[in-house]
């Protein structure tokens, strides 16, 4: 499986993005989909994870209320919607694909990682 993540960028504090992650290859066994992220200096941190039918979902505590997890097996694609903003938010964020949990050893493939930096 192959994870492309987009959709990072420059923001204000308050402010919105969207990511999304496409998967490709092996795509038709059902995994669940996390996002993680890691700020410079700073270890990996569980986001947000979604079971393969998108009836089960988690959020870390910090994130709860301001970020949404979906996914379109369709499309292949996961998202996740950020909104109000943090400076602390700023991180590179990674997909990955695997188990449901927020345990990263629960997930086999991981994306490139897209850089979202928060301005205050």
């Known amino acids: 499986v192959q994870l492309q993540a987009s959709g990072g960028g420059l923001v204000q504090a308050g402010g919105s993005l969207r990511l999304s992650c496409a998967a490709s290859?092996?795509?038709?066994?059902?995994?669940?989909m996390g996002w993680f992220r890691q700020a410079p200096g700073k270890e990996r941190e569980f986001v947000a994870a979604i079971n393969w039918s998108g009836s089960l979902t988690i959020y870390e505590d910090s994130v709860k209320g301001r970020f949404t997890i979906s996914r379109d097996n369709a499309k292949n694609t996961v998202y996740l919607q950020m909104n109000s903003l943090k400076p602390e938010d700023t991180a590179v964020y990674y997909c990955?694909?695997?188990?449901?949990?927020?345990?990263?050893?629960?997930?086999?493939?991981w994306g490139q990682g897209t850089l979202v930096t928060v301005s205050s």
């Open positions: 290859g092996r795509t038709s066994i059902s995994y669940s």
């Open positions: 990955a694909a695997g188990s449901y949990g927020s345990n990263f050893r629960l997930y086999d493939y």
